[in-house]
């Protein structure tokens, strides 16, 4: 299925960003911000991002305050920027689309892991396939700026 969303320069520039803003909202309304590693379907307008290994207020990924956001409210945000010193590079991509967490071994698509590692070498020796993940059903993008530049 061809991607209606993203567009091949979208999907370049999400291809060269290390880190991604993720967008929840809490219990009260108000905006939750965190960086996250990322991942996009090659097939799909879907981007995964772990829940990894990295220390946590709490050792069980589904108590993360992220995580109850999504199941309160599956509707998130996410930014990708480029900064340049010379503004003529800049540029940001925004995302909106719904979340849910998905068992890594049951519910992600084949090879969803292994890019995860190739893009991310950290991953080496993190337990993605035991823990659960985030994906993102992108329904709408935004960008300003030159996707293409470099």
């Known amino acids: 299925m061809a991607s209606t969303v993203l567009t091949a320069a979208r999907r370049r520039f ?10 929840t909202l809490d219990g009260e309304g108000r905006p ?30 589904r108590e993360l305050a992220r995580v109850r956001d999504i199941e309160a409210r599956p509707e998130v945000s996410v930014l990708v920027d480029r900064w340049d010193e010379d503004w003529t590079g800049l540029a940001w991509l925004r ?10 071994g049951a519910a992600a698509p084949a090879g969803t892991i292994d890019r995860l590692r190739g893009r991310y070498p950290q991953y080496a020796h993190h337990r993605l396939e035991d823990r659960p993940m985030i ?3 992108v ?6 700026g030159d996707m293409d530049s470099p």
């Open 95 to 104: 995302l909106q689309g719904r979340a849910r967490l998905i068992d890594t």
């Open 14 to 23: 999400l291809g060269e960003a290390r880190r991604a803003i993720l967008a």
């Open 32 to 61: 939750r911000l965190v960086p996250i590693c990322f991942v996009v379907d090659p097939e799909h307008d879907t981007l995964y991002s772990p829940l990894d290994d990295k220390p946590k207020r709490t050792d069980d990924p």
């Open 139 to 144: 329904t709408r993008a935004s960008s300003w």
């Open 135 to 137: 994906a993102i059903a």
